[in-house]
């Protein structure tokens, strides 16, 4: 009983020293963390997918972290940009139409952890969702670039403050 009742406090301890989260992420050594607008340099432009995906990656911070949301350059800081968003025929039918299409966003990431250098990276992220060719893109698009945005920036996250 007491064992089970230290072992309790000690976690709780844990919990809130920064070092470790129950989500994973591992900040030790970062109090405050800026996340600089991902400008929209993609061929094709989606209007407001740049705040999206900048707010997306806002709130992971926070709900993940207790780590300080800065408007200047934190502790540990992402910039970047959506380099490419497109869709491409996946599959051809037997009358030469696309069956299947692949819808693509990729984001460019430079991540700098001031506390560990060497967690620090610059990588792309790139994810898709297929849909049917016959259905247009505009119908699903809103609904596809959530989904893509989100395991985006799970990806990103991972990488920044989990180590997977």
Not at 71 to 91: S, V
Request: proline fraction near 2%.
């Amino acid at each position: 009983m007491f064992i089970n009742i230290f072992l309790g406090i000690i976690l709780i301890a844990h919990g809130g020293c920064g070092i470790y989260s129950f989500s994973g992420a591992s900040t030790a050594g970062l109090s405050s963390v800026s996340i600089q607008y991902f400008q929209n340099r993609a061929s094709l432009v989606q209007p407001g997918l740049s705040q999206t995906l900048t707010d997306a990656l806002i709130d992971k911070c926070k709900a993940q972290t207790n780590l300080n949301i800065t408007n200047g350059l934190g502790d540990a800081n992402f910039e970047g940009e959506i380099a490419d968003y497109n869709t491409k025929p996946l599959t051809v039918s037997a009358d030469a139409t696309a069956a299947m299409n692949r819808f693509t966003i990729t984001v460019k990431v430079k991540f700098t952890n001031s506390a560990d250098p060497d967690k620090s990276f610059e990588q792309s992220f790139s994810r898709y969702e297929d849909y049917s060719g016959s259905t247009d893109l505009s119908d699903v698009e809103a609904e596809l670039s959530e989904k893509i945005i989100e395991m985006i920036v799970e990806d990103i996250f991972n990488r920044a403050f989990v180590n997977w």
